[in-house]
Each structure stands twice: as structure tokens, then as C-alpha cells.
T-cell receptor, first 112, second 115 residues
Framework: DTGVSQDPRHKITKRGQNVTFRCDPISEHNRLYWYRQTLGQGPEFLTYFQNEAQLEKSRLLSDRFSAERPKGSFSTLEIQRTEQGDSAMYLC??????????FGPGTRLTVT | QKEVEQDPGPLSVPEGAIVSLNCTYSNSAFQYFMWYRQYSRKGPELLMYTYSSGNKEDGRFTAQVDKSSKYISLFIRDSQPSDSATYLCAMSAGAGGTSYGKLTFGQGTILTVHP
């Protein structure tokens, strides 16, 4: 399967713990995006990379969130000191053009 | 007010019906318009994208964009039970726009096609 992959698929953590998610994009895509989706809502943009450069960050991305894309390949999203409000599906997408984004299966985070 | 409004439904139709899904938006910078399908607990799947106003057809799916009214539609002909999913509209600005590089989504419409 040459689509976008995300790991882990599910994560349950206690409030206050740190978590890290990984995204592996489609190999020839240089753009990579992170979104967050809560139940009954559409995905909300978090941040965007072109190659290894982080070009845009949403106001939703508080200081507890950090994303990296070393070497312009896979990306990681880290949430420090998790809160119950962080419970959501975290989606990664990659694209050859900004409007043609292909999503991975998501990482479902539950903070207890 | 949200930038993109989409009726969440739910929408229930019999197999074979024509389905109409719609979104309105307020940001005149949007120039690219996408429709995604999302099955439960899965990531969104890109169905179609269009640029500016006009129609685009792909099999049983037709996307329409009316920029003058800030209104987009997705029509599904001969709907099948396998079309049952949540349908999300998404939009993006063109190069130089403030939201270039990100998609702004509607809330999603839950569609059920019953046999």
C-alpha cells in the first residue's frame, strides 16, 4: 500500500503525559499537513510542511504542540502535558499540490 | 459564523435516488473546492476537486461550483448502499491567499442509502 500511513492508530494516555504520533506521506509528495477532527466535525487545520520547512501553523496549535519533518520525509506531532480536550482524531495528509490532499487513516487519541 | 457551512443531515435516501449535498462559504478568496468521503473511523478520501466556478463530472458524481453565490454542490446519481458515509466539502485559497496551503472543511453531511 503506497498511501499515507500513520502510527499508532489508537493511543490512550493519562492527562499530563506526552504523546508522539508519526506520519509517513506518499513518497513523491513534498507537502505534508496535520489536521485534528473531533466527533461530528470536519477536520481542522493544524500545520503544514513543504519539504522540511514548516510554513504555516494554526492558532489551534498551542505551545504544547510541536511538529517536525526532518529531512522532508516522515513527520511527527508531539503533544506535551496532554489535556482531556486534546482527545480527537489526528489526521495527516500529503499532497503534490495544495488542493489535492490525501489523508491517512488517522490516530485516535483518548486522554483519560 | 463559520467560513464553511454544511448541513449535517442526517440524510436518508433509497437506493437509486439522486443525492444532492451542498455547502456555502463566506471567504471570497476560496478558489479550489473539494469533496471528501469519510467512512466511520477512517480518514477522509478525496472524491473530486474543482477550480473556480463550473461543473465537473466523474462517473456517478458531479461537482458544481457557483462562486457568485458562494455555493457548491455534489450530486450522486444512482446512489448505492456503499455510498453511505459522511461527505465533507473542503476549500482552499489560491496562491497568495491567506489560507493557501490549508483546507477549510465543512461539518460533514451523514448520508445513508438504504436498499
Amino acid at each position: 500500500d503506497t498511501g499515507v500511513s500513520q502510527d499508532p492508530r489508537h493511543k490512550i494516555t493519562k492527562r499530563g503525559q506526552n504523546v508522539t504520533f508519526r506520519c509517513d506521506p506518499i513518497s513523491e509528495h513534498n507537502r505534508l499537513y496535520w489536521y485534528r477532527q473531533t466527533l461530528g466535525q470536519g477536520p481542522e487545520f493544524l500545520t503544514y510542511f513543504q519539504n522540511e520547512a514548516q510554513l504555516e501553523k494554526s492558532r489551534l496549535l498551542s505551545d504544547r504542540f510541536s511538529a517536525e519533518r526532518p529531512k522532508g520525509s516522515f513527520s511527527t506531532l508531539e503533544i506535551q502535558r496532554t489535556e482531556q480536550g486534546d482527545s480527537a482524531m489526528y489526521l495527516c495528509a500529503s499532497s503534490p499540490r495544495h488542493y489535492e490532499q490525501y489523508f491517512g487513516p488517522g490516530t485516535r487519541l483518548t486522554v483519560t | 459564523q463559520k467560513e464553511v457551512e454544511q448541513d449535517p443531515g442526517p440524510l436518508s435516501v433509497p437506493e437509486g435516488a439522486i443525492v444532492s449535498l451542498n455547502c456555502t462559504y463566506s471567504n471570497s478568496a476560496f478558489q479550489y473546492f473539494m469533496w471528501y468521503r469519510q467512512y466511520s473511523r477512517k480518514g477522509p478520501e478525496l472524491l473530486m476537486y474543482t477550480y473556480s466556478s463550473g461543473n465537473k463530472e466523474d462517473g456517478r458524481f458531479t461537482a458544481q461550483v457557483d462562486k457568485s453565490s458562494k455555493y457548491i454542490s455534489l450530486f450522486i446519481r444512482d446512489s448505492q448502499p456503499s455510498d453511505s458515509a459522511t461527505y465533507l466539502c473542503a476549500m482552499s485559497a489560491g496562491a497568495g491567499g491567506t489560507s493557501y496551503g490549508k483546507l477549510t472543511f465543512g461539518q460533514g453531511t451523514i448520508l445513508t442509502v438504504h436498499p
